[in-house]
T-cell receptor, first 111, second 114 residues
Protein backbone atom coordinates (compact mmCIF):
# COMPACT_ATOMS: atom_id res chain seq x y z
CA UNK A 1 0.00 0.00 0.00
CA UNK A 2 0.87 3.66 -0.05
CA UNK A 3 0.97 6.24 2.73
CA UNK A 4 1.55 9.90 1.92
CA UNK A 5 2.01 12.74 4.40
CA UNK A 6 1.84 16.48 3.78
CA UNK A 7 1.35 19.42 6.15
CA UNK A 8 -2.30 20.43 6.35
CA UNK A 9 -1.84 24.19 6.09
CA UNK A 10 0.87 26.76 5.37
CA UNK A 11 0.89 30.53 5.22
CA UNK A 12 3.38 32.67 3.29
CA UNK A 13 3.83 36.27 2.18
CA UNK A 14 3.40 37.57 -1.33
CA UNK A 15 6.76 37.69 -3.13
CA UNK A 16 8.36 35.14 -0.81
CA UNK A 17 9.42 31.52 -1.36
CA UNK A 18 7.61 28.56 0.18
CA UNK A 19 8.53 24.87 0.33
CA UNK A 20 5.78 22.24 0.67
CA UNK A 21 7.04 18.84 1.80
CA UNK A 22 5.69 15.39 1.04
CA UNK A 23 6.86 12.09 2.51
CA UNK A 24 5.70 8.73 1.32
CA UNK A 25 5.96 5.04 2.17
CA UNK A 26 5.16 2.75 -0.74
CA UNK A 27 5.33 -0.87 -1.71
CA UNK A 28 6.37 0.22 -5.22
CA UNK A 29 7.31 3.58 -6.73
CA UNK A 30 6.93 4.73 -10.32
CA UNK A 31 6.85 8.52 -10.09
CA UNK A 32 5.56 11.40 -8.00
CA UNK A 33 3.22 14.15 -9.21
CA UNK A 34 2.32 17.55 -7.79
CA UNK A 35 -1.06 19.13 -8.54
CA UNK A 36 -2.60 22.51 -7.69
CA UNK A 37 -6.27 22.67 -6.79
CA UNK A 38 -8.24 25.87 -6.24
CA UNK A 39 -11.36 25.52 -4.09
CA UNK A 40 -14.20 23.81 -5.94
CA UNK A 41 -12.12 23.27 -9.06
CA UNK A 42 -10.28 20.41 -10.73
CA UNK A 43 -6.66 19.66 -9.85
CA UNK A 44 -4.18 20.90 -12.46
CA UNK A 45 -0.83 19.23 -13.09
CA UNK A 46 2.28 21.08 -11.92
CA UNK A 47 5.24 18.72 -12.01
CA UNK A 48 6.51 15.16 -12.20
CA UNK A 49 9.59 13.47 -10.72
CA UNK A 50 10.70 9.88 -11.19
CA UNK A 51 14.48 10.26 -10.76
CA UNK A 52 16.29 11.91 -7.85
CA UNK A 53 16.93 15.60 -8.17
CA UNK A 54 15.31 18.89 -8.98
CA UNK A 55 12.89 19.65 -11.83
CA UNK A 56 12.35 23.35 -12.54
CA UNK A 57 9.40 24.90 -14.35
CA UNK A 58 9.29 28.65 -14.12
CA UNK A 59 8.32 29.73 -10.60
CA UNK A 60 7.72 26.11 -9.57
CA UNK A 61 10.36 23.47 -8.81
CA UNK A 62 9.99 19.96 -7.43
CA UNK A 63 12.60 17.77 -5.79
CA UNK A 64 12.69 14.03 -5.20
CA UNK A 65 14.79 11.73 -3.05
CA UNK A 66 13.70 8.14 -3.58
CA UNK A 67 15.98 6.76 -0.85
CA UNK A 68 14.38 9.07 1.71
CA UNK A 69 10.81 8.77 0.35
CA UNK A 70 10.70 12.55 0.21
CA UNK A 71 9.68 15.27 -2.19
CA UNK A 72 9.11 18.98 -1.99
CA UNK A 73 7.43 21.59 -4.14
CA UNK A 74 9.12 25.00 -4.15
CA UNK A 75 7.13 28.05 -5.15
CA UNK A 76 9.06 31.28 -5.79
CA UNK A 77 7.88 34.88 -6.10
CA UNK A 78 4.58 33.99 -4.52
CA UNK A 79 1.45 35.62 -5.89
CA UNK A 80 -2.00 35.88 -4.34
CA UNK A 81 -3.34 33.53 -7.02
CA UNK A 82 -1.04 30.81 -5.66
CA UNK A 83 -3.40 30.44 -2.68
CA UNK A 84 -4.69 26.92 -3.27
CA UNK A 85 -4.36 23.33 -2.13
CA UNK A 86 -1.25 21.47 -3.33
CA UNK A 87 -1.61 17.73 -3.75
CA UNK A 88 1.23 15.22 -3.73
CA UNK A 89 0.45 11.95 -5.55
CA UNK A 90 2.51 8.80 -5.95
CA UNK A 91 2.20 6.31 -8.78
CA UNK A 92 2.79 2.72 -7.78
CA UNK A 93 3.99 -0.21 -9.83
CA UNK A 94 0.70 -2.07 -9.80
CA UNK A 95 -0.36 -1.09 -13.31
CA UNK A 96 -3.16 1.12 -14.58
CA UNK A 97 -1.16 4.30 -13.90
CA UNK A 98 -3.01 4.58 -10.60
CA UNK A 99 -2.17 7.45 -8.26
CA UNK A 100 -2.44 7.63 -4.49
CA UNK A 101 -3.00 11.18 -3.27
CA UNK A 102 -2.00 12.87 -0.04
CA UNK A 103 -4.60 14.96 1.76
CA UNK A 104 -3.17 18.17 0.29
CA UNK A 105 -1.53 21.26 1.76
CA UNK A 106 -3.69 24.38 1.89
CA UNK A 107 -1.44 27.35 1.12
CA UNK A 108 -2.57 30.85 2.01
CA UNK A 109 -0.63 33.74 0.50
CA UNK A 110 -0.94 37.01 2.42
CA UNK A 111 0.05 40.57 1.62
CA UNK B 1 -10.26 21.86 -27.70
CA UNK B 2 -9.44 18.49 -26.18
CA UNK B 3 -10.53 17.84 -22.65
CA UNK B 4 -12.65 16.03 -20.14
CA UNK B 5 -16.28 17.00 -19.64
CA UNK B 6 -18.20 16.10 -16.52
CA UNK B 7 -21.92 16.68 -16.11
CA UNK B 8 -23.90 17.81 -14.33
CA UNK B 9 -21.90 20.31 -12.27
CA UNK B 10 -24.32 19.96 -9.34
CA UNK B 11 -26.55 16.96 -8.57
CA UNK B 12 -29.03 16.20 -5.83
CA UNK B 13 -30.03 12.72 -4.79
CA UNK B 14 -33.13 11.60 -2.92
CA UNK B 15 -33.14 8.73 -0.47
CA UNK B 16 -33.16 5.35 -2.22
CA UNK B 17 -32.34 6.84 -5.60
CA UNK B 18 -29.56 5.89 -8.01
CA UNK B 19 -27.89 8.75 -9.85
CA UNK B 20 -25.41 8.69 -12.75
CA UNK B 21 -22.54 11.10 -13.27
CA UNK B 22 -21.30 11.57 -16.81
CA UNK B 23 -17.64 11.74 -17.88
CA UNK B 24 -16.60 12.15 -21.52
CA UNK B 25 -13.09 12.72 -22.91
CA UNK B 26 -11.89 13.54 -26.42
CA UNK B 27 -8.19 13.17 -25.66
CA UNK B 28 -8.03 9.60 -26.99
CA UNK B 29 -6.78 8.48 -23.59
CA UNK B 30 -6.84 4.79 -22.77
CA UNK B 31 -7.33 4.96 -19.02
CA UNK B 32 -10.08 6.69 -17.08
CA UNK B 33 -10.61 7.12 -13.35
CA UNK B 34 -13.24 8.19 -10.84
CA UNK B 35 -12.26 9.83 -7.56
CA UNK B 36 -14.20 11.06 -4.58
CA UNK B 37 -13.03 14.10 -2.59
CA UNK B 38 -14.40 15.00 0.84
CA UNK B 39 -13.68 18.35 2.55
CA UNK B 40 -10.11 18.56 3.80
CA UNK B 41 -9.24 15.19 2.30
CA UNK B 42 -7.28 13.95 -0.65
CA UNK B 43 -8.71 12.19 -3.67
CA UNK B 44 -9.75 8.56 -3.16
CA UNK B 45 -10.01 6.18 -6.10
CA UNK B 46 -13.45 4.63 -6.70
CA UNK B 47 -13.03 2.78 -10.01
CA UNK B 48 -10.68 2.85 -12.98
CA UNK B 49 -10.63 1.44 -16.48
CA UNK B 50 -7.66 0.80 -18.77
CA UNK B 51 -9.58 -0.46 -21.79
CA UNK B 52 -13.09 -0.62 -23.19
CA UNK B 53 -15.35 -3.19 -21.51
CA UNK B 54 -12.97 -3.63 -18.59
CA UNK B 55 -12.76 -1.84 -15.25
CA UNK B 56 -11.29 -2.41 -11.81
CA UNK B 57 -12.33 -1.48 -8.27
CA UNK B 58 -10.37 1.18 -6.49
CA UNK B 59 -10.10 1.74 -2.75
CA UNK B 60 -13.73 2.74 -2.09
CA UNK B 61 -15.86 0.98 -4.73
CA UNK B 62 -18.70 -0.13 -2.45
CA UNK B 63 -21.99 1.55 -3.37
CA UNK B 64 -20.77 2.61 -6.81
CA UNK B 65 -20.86 1.07 -10.29
CA UNK B 66 -19.32 1.99 -13.65
CA UNK B 67 -19.34 0.98 -17.30
CA UNK B 68 -16.90 1.51 -20.16
CA UNK B 69 -18.77 0.75 -23.37
CA UNK B 70 -16.87 3.38 -25.36
CA UNK B 71 -13.30 4.65 -25.06
CA UNK B 72 -14.56 8.21 -24.65
CA UNK B 73 -17.08 7.58 -21.89
CA UNK B 74 -16.87 6.35 -18.29
CA UNK B 75 -20.11 7.04 -16.39
CA UNK B 76 -20.33 6.52 -12.64
CA UNK B 77 -23.54 5.43 -10.91
CA UNK B 78 -23.95 6.24 -7.24
CA UNK B 79 -26.36 3.62 -5.97
CA UNK B 80 -28.73 3.73 -3.02
CA UNK B 81 -26.28 1.40 -1.24
CA UNK B 82 -23.85 4.32 -0.88
CA UNK B 83 -25.08 5.75 2.42
CA UNK B 84 -22.87 8.83 2.48
CA UNK B 85 -22.68 10.03 -1.12
CA UNK B 86 -22.27 13.76 -0.45
CA UNK B 87 -18.89 14.65 -1.97
CA UNK B 88 -17.07 16.21 -4.91
CA UNK B 89 -16.60 13.64 -7.69
CA UNK B 90 -13.72 13.98 -10.15
CA UNK B 91 -13.13 12.08 -13.35
CA UNK B 92 -9.65 11.83 -14.85
CA UNK B 93 -7.95 10.25 -17.84
CA UNK B 94 -4.44 9.49 -19.04
CA UNK B 95 -2.67 7.67 -21.86
CA UNK B 96 -1.11 4.41 -20.73
CA UNK B 97 2.01 4.90 -22.83
CA UNK B 98 4.72 7.25 -21.63
CA UNK B 99 5.93 7.15 -18.05
CA UNK B 100 5.59 10.87 -17.41
CA UNK B 101 1.98 11.30 -18.46
CA UNK B 102 -0.12 13.02 -15.77
CA UNK B 103 -3.79 12.37 -15.19
CA UNK B 104 -6.00 15.15 -16.56
CA UNK B 105 -9.14 16.04 -14.63
CA UNK B 106 -12.64 17.19 -15.47
CA UNK B 107 -14.25 20.08 -13.57
CA UNK B 108 -16.07 17.78 -11.17
CA UNK B 109 -19.63 17.07 -10.06
CA UNK B 110 -20.79 18.08 -6.60
CA UNK B 111 -23.36 15.60 -5.27
CA UNK B 112 -25.62 16.39 -2.34
CA UNK B 113 -28.46 14.62 -0.55
CA UNK B 114 -31.94 16.15 -0.58
Amino acid sequence: GQNIDQPTEMTATEGAIVQINCTYQTSGFNGLFWYQQHAGEAPTFLSYNVLDGLEEKGRFSSFLSRSKGYSYLLLKELQMKDSASYLCAVRGTGGGNKLTFGTGTQLKVEL
Amino acid sequence: DGGITQSPKYLFRKEGQNVTLSCEQNLNHDAMYWYRQDPGQGLRLIYYSQIVNDFQKGDIAEGYSVSREKKESFPLTVTSAQKNPTAFYLCASTPLEGHNQPQHFGDGTRLSIL
